[in-house]
């Protein structure tokens, strides 16, 4: 099967600029999460999809940062405007239900912002 | 709220030689589930080992085997027989539960000298 999958996989964007970073998930998996690793820091949750409703979005910086999950399938994250600090590694998880708790991980978006 | 830490931000081991990666947590939860995922460079990070809170047995994959100190909230890695594809950032991840967000640590970067 077909692992997860983000795209792009090194997205360069002066400040200012608007940047939607895309995540597919395995298929059949209802649930979605999106981590960020900035400025060599730890690996920090930001928010959790169930199908298409958001279950968990306390990790979410702030208002510039918006992410969808139309349909239950994959999944968006838009930063708009783009901050320098935004800058680090954008990865998505994906992992069936159930009480099986692996969470699979896609190669992660590098975000660098100028 | 939960913790990870790991002590050691680089390792280094001789090829076929045995090393320990450490790694402690704080939290209050009883039950809760514990990992070590390893990213190899330019790769993607995938799940080496877990660890159910309520298992004594500590968790054995192959090579892989933890040692799992749950008063002393202890969750170090030993690889034996290393060799040269071991060698990759391992981090060291909690979860309360299967739908909970993965907490990570800093990350250990281990180098496996041939």
């Known amino acids: 099967e077909a692992g997860v999958t983000q795209f792009p996989s090194h997205s360069v964007i002066e400040k200012g600029q608007t940047v939607t970073l895309r995540c597919d998930p395995i298929?059949?998996?209802?649930?979605l999460y999106w981590y960020r690793r900035v400025m060599g820091k730890e690996i920090k949750f930001l928010l959790h999809f169930v199908k298409e409703s958001k279950q968990d979005e306390s990790g979410m910086p702030n208002n510039r940062f918006l992410a969808e999950r139309t349909g239950g399938t994959y999944s968006t994250l838009k930063v708009q405007p783009a901050e320098l600090e935004d800058s680090g590694v954008y990865f998505c998880?994906?992992?069936?239900?159930?009480?099986?708790?692996?969470?699979?991980f896609g190669p992660g978006t590098r975000l660098t912002v100028l | 709220a939960q913790t990870v830490t790991q002590s050691q931000p680089e390792m280094s081991v001789q090829e076929a030689e045995t090393v320990t990666l450490s790694c402690t947590y704080d939290?209050?939860?009883?039950?809760?589930?514990l990992f070590w995922y390893k990213q190899p460079p330019s790769r993607q990070m995938i799940l080496v080992i877990r660890q159910e809170a309520y298992k004594q047995q500590n968790a054995t994959e192959n090579r892989f085997s933890v040692n799992f100190q749950k008063a002393a909230k202890s969750f170090s890695l030993k690889i034996s027989d290393s060799q040269l594809g071991d060698a990759a950032m391992y981090f060291c991840a909690f979860t309360k539960t299967s739908y909970d967000k993965v907490i990570f640590g800093p990350g250990t970067s281990l180098s496996v000298i041939p």
């Open positions: 998880a994906s992992r069936r239900g159930g009480i099986y708790n692996e969470q699979f």
């Open positions: 939290t209050s939860e009883s039950d809760y589930y």
């Open positions: 298929s059949g998996h209802d649930n």
